[in-house]
């Protein structure tokens, strides 16, 4: 290979680097939803908005529940089990930023995928510092499959139309005075 050739077919290939890194780095992802701070570095926003299935779930005296009774506001639809370790660590977590934002604006759904969740995920969550958190259960794992959640915890981020705009797959620091402000200045965005 030439030397002239080199450097041109090194170019290219700096070139591609560089695109790549445009489209990677600068391009804001999520179609304008705001990037997530640092301490929120497990959520990742989406490439594009989709709307998340109307799976229905239960809550501890049976009653049926879907997504659709959060429309208007943003969710945080956290999966979990009493079993993950990293599930239990964030469940307090959850319920300070719940505690931050009126439910009214800013909803965290909090579902035990576990067989029994129906009859013990209330009592779970008391005895975990999480009682402002809702207790439902999906013990069928509808939920969890119609969301493609492989792992848990999962955490969906759902914009005021019902669209998954952010996912974290495995804990976040979801207290943390910057996440706390984010999910408040979504919240309050129109």
């Not at 759904?109 to 008391?126: H, P, Q, S, W, Y």
């Not at 804990?171 to 200045?185: G, L, S």
Request: proline share 8%; charged share 20%; aromatic share 8%.
């Amino acid at each position: 290979m030439t030397r002239s050739r080199f450097i041109l077919v090194l170019a290219a290939l700096l070139a591609a680097v560089a695109g790549a890194a445009v489209v990677l780095y600068v391009i804001p992802q999520g179609k304008g939803t705001p990037k997530p701070p640092p301490a929120l570095a497990a959520l990742k926003l989406a490439q594009t908005p989709a709307l998340v299935a109307n799976v229905g779930f239960t809550d501890m005296g049976g009653r049926k529940y879907s997504l659709q009774t959060y429309r208007g506001r943003y969710v945080l639809l956290n999966l979990w089990a009493s079993w993950c370790a990293p599930c239990v660590k964030e469940l307090p977590q959850l319920a300070n930023l719940q505690r931050a934002i009126p439910a009214a604006q800013f909803a965290v759904v909090t579902v035990d995928v576990e067989r029994n969740a129906d009859k013990v995920a209330g009592k779970f969550l008391i005895a975990h510092n999480a009682a402002e958190l809702p207790a439902f259960a999906d013990p069928g794992m509808k939920l969890m499959a119609a969301t493609a959640t492989y792992g848990l915890p999962t955490t969906l981020l759902i914009d005021p139309k019902g669209r998954e705009i952010a996912r974290a797959t495995g804990p976040a620091e979801w207290d943390e005075p910057e996440a706390i402000a984010y999910f408040d200045m979504l919240s309050k965005k129109k």
